[in-house]
């Protein structure tokens, strides 16, 4: 799966095909940080926030860069 890519062009909730996307900081200066350890110094880790106009689902997806840092991160065990 190209992780740039939507996973699926219809919503896994309601099979609707109102597919809309943002990319957000995971982490803000007054709230908790999402992805913590995998971003920069004052440059957050981001989110790929993708939204159904239908029925309102909403799924967060980090962002390759993210990922790429996950492995090394203090702030993450795997499972």
Not at 23 to 43: E, K
Not at 51 to 72: H, I, N, S
């Amino acid at each position: 799966m190209n992780p740039s890519s939507v996973p699926s062009p219809e919503c896994p909730e309601c099979g609707g095909s109102q597919l809309h996307q943002a990319r957000v900081p995971a982490a803000g200066i007054h709230g908790p940080s999402f992805l913590p350890g995998l971003g920069g110094f004052l440059d957050f880790a981001k989110f790929r926030v993708v939204l159904c106009a239908d029925c309102g689902l909403t799924r967060f997806y980090a962002e390759p860069a993210a990922r790429a840092k996950v492995a090394g991160s203090r702030h993450w065990s795997r499972l």
